[in-house]
């Protein structure tokens, strides 16, 4: 009796021959890699932006219909939930933000080797951070 897994690497090439092809571990055999955290966690914040926007949208809805819309809209942000959103929002803001200047660096050539890709990735991460951080801080003190 042939064993399952061994089924699942034949296969055929273009010629109709058989082929044995390797297969792919599943995905919790991976030790998680900054490079792979950090390249989810950019397509994550991307979602988050967009969602974002259409939070955004809605706010600005509610302040152009009434007071009494916005009023509604401004208990809602302005509640430790929401302001806990708020607080993610920055963050992927900065976040996305920082990586595309890492991923324009990319684009001209620097940075590829794999102890600068792990510098930066961190330096993007501390920075979208640092940043989040300095821009509440500004807005809850200052504002």
Known sequence: MQDVREALMQGRNSTGGTVRRPLSPHLQVYRPQITSTLSILH???GVALSA???????WLAAAATSSGAFSVAQAIVGSILGMIVLFGF???????FCNGIRHLLWDAGVGFELPSVH???VAVVVAAGGLT???WLVGLVLL
């Not at 974002?52 to 809605?58: D, E, K, P, T």
């Not at 920055?90 to 996305?96: N, P, R």
């Open 43 to 45: 397509r994550i914040t």
């Open 52 to 58: 974002g926007a259409v939070l955004l949208s809605l």
């Open 90 to 96: 920055t963050f992927a803001l900065f976040y996305h």
């Open 119 to 121: 510098r930066s990735g």
């Open 133 to 135: 951080v300095l821009v």
